[in-house]
Every structure is written in structure tokens, then in C-alpha cells.
């Protein structure tokens, strides 16, 4: 993220662990600025069942999430990232791992 822009990097889409057709991962590089940050997730959130409806979280939803908190510390990120978790899970079960990762480059 950079300035309230989210510049996405597409994942090779291949499960982590025992697999029976692994094939080697795309190897990305970016130019950072300081203030950029740099976000790396599972699909555990964003397919989360869970909300009015018990609907799955959603992609853009989350981007929008991201986008809302950006301006904060990386520890409010996580409290406001958690939260938005916990109320859009309610009293659905966790249907997967949920691993988000944020760095912010000074």
C-alpha cells in the first residue's frame, strides 16, 4: 500500500505443505518507499463464512478493511484487523487459518 493505493501482487496459487504437483513459485521484487506497507495473507479471512447472511468476507472487503486502517500504527492495524474478524465471524466457526502479516517500511 502506498498513499491510500493498494498495488496488488498476484500469489502462485499452491497449497503450503504435502502436495502431490508442486511447482516452483514466481519470485516478485518491488521498489519501496518509506511510509509503504506491505501486507501477506491466507485466504483464511476473506473466506470466513460469517456477517449478515453468514456470506463468505469477500476480497474487496478486505482490501477495504486495509485501506481503512492504513493510517495507523501497525498495532492498531492488528487490533482493528482482529476485530473486523471477530464481528464478521460472530458465532460462525473458524473454517480456516487466518495468517495476516503487515510490515511498514521507515
Same mark, same amino acid.
Given at each position: 500500500?502506498? %498513499?491510500?493505493? &493498494?498495488?496488488? *501482487?498476484? +500469489? %502462485?496459487?499452491?497449497? &503450503?505443505? !504435502?502436495? =502431490? !504437483? *508442486?511447482?516452483? #513459485? %514466481?519470485?516478485h521484487?518491488? =521498489?519501496? $518507499?518509506?511510509?509503504?506497507?506491505? #501486507? @501477506?495473507? *491466507?485466504?483464511?479471512?476473506?473466506?470466513?463464512?460469517?456477517? +449478515?447472511? =453468514?456470506?463468505?468476507?469477500?476480497?474487496? +472487503?478486505?482490501?477495504? @478493511?486495509? @485501506?481503512? #486502517?492504513?493510517?495507523k500504527s501497525?498495532?492498531?492495524?492488528? %487490533?482493528?484487523?482482529?476485530?473486523?474478524?471477530?464481528?464478521?465471524?460472530?458465532?460462525? $466457526?473458524?473454517? =480456516?487459518?487466518? #495468517?495476516?502479516?503487515?510490515?511498514? &517500511? $521507515?
Open positions: 500500500m502506498r %498513499n491510500g493505493e &493498494i498495488f496488488e *501482487t498476484k +500469489a %502462485n496459487k499452491q497449497p &503450503i505443505g !504435502k502436495y =502431490d !504437483k *508442486t511447482t516452483p #513459485c %514466481n519470485t521484487s518491488s =521498489d519501496l $518507499e518509506v511510509g509503504d506497507a506491505i #501486507c @501477506l495473507f *491466507t485466504d483464511g479471512f476473506v473466506d470466513q463464512f460469517g456477517g +449478515a447472511g =453468514d456470506k463468505k468476507f469477500k476480497a474487496k +472487503a478486505f482490501r477495504k @478493511l486495509l @485501506l481503512s #486502517c492504513q493510517d501497525m498495532v492498531e492495524q492488528k %487490533n482493528v484487523i482482529d476485530k473486523a474478524f471477530e464481528d464478521w465471524r460472530g458465532s460462525q $466457526e473458524q473454517v =480456516d487459518d487466518v #495468517c495476516v502479516i503487515g510490515v511498514k &517500511i $521507515e
